[in-house]
């Protein structure tokens, strides 16, 4: 019996994070109640709580969830080409694909609310400044795998090329967003290849 309420525990969990996602990626984090949150999942707001105890710890497994989704939906596809310029690109093309799939309803999650949290110090900021900092950090590293094996050029700043990959993809994602213009993917894409010509 315990384990069947386990389940039913898990499975209660994982709509409420699906359903959470994608209201925190139209009506931001903040937005996240608990009394909302039951409304949308059509269940009872004692329950919600029962599952997350707070609002904050609801925001964190969201963020939690979205992350996962993101490393699911562009990183693990990109890991299968090989380290360096080939993994950069694949990188790259894999996020613009998730943009335009439109995986939330509101572009990338992260990019919806990171100009939500930003300015608000505490856990939440903090995970949400984490994981771009990891997804910085994954792009200069295979920059860095592709100087080493001279696909691009000695000269190149790891860190500077990866910020502005970083910057072109939110920005296709937030042009996306408001033109619903797949052309803008396009162009992005060709100007990010030009940028990783060697």
Not at 178 to 197: E, F, M, Q, S
Request: net charge neutral; glycine share 10%; aromatic share 6%.
């Amino acid at each position: 019996m315990a384990r069947k309420t386990r389940s039913d525990g898990e499975r209660s969990r994982e709509k409420i994070l699906e359903t959470a996602e994608r209201l925190a990626s139209v009506e931001g984090l903040e937005g996240l109640s608990l009394a909302r949150l039951a409304e949308a999942a059509g269940m009872s707001k004692s329950g919600v709580f029962g599952l997350f105890g707070s609002k904050q710890e609801l925001q964190l497994a969201t963020v939690d969830r979205a992350r996962e989704v993101f490393l699911s939906e562009v990183v693990a596809p990109a890991l299968e080409a090989p380290g360096g310029l080939e993994r950069l690109l694949a990188l790259c093309r894999g996020y613009l694909d998730y943009v335009e799939r439109r995986v939330w309803p509101s572009g990338c999650f992260f990019a919806s609310v990171a100009a939500e949290v930003g300015p608000r110090p505490g856990p939440v900021r903090d995970s949400i400044a984490a994981g771009q900092r990891q997804w910085v950090d994954l792009l200069a590293d295979n920059v860095k795998q592709a100087v080493k094996a001279g696909r691009l050029p000695a000269s190149t700043e790891p860190e500077q090329l990866a910020l502005e990959l970083s910057t072109m993809l939110t920005g296709a994602d937030i042009a996306y967003l408001l033109h619903k213009d797949t052309g803008i993917l396009t162009r992005v894409g060709a100007a990010i290849r030009g940028r990783l010509a060697p």
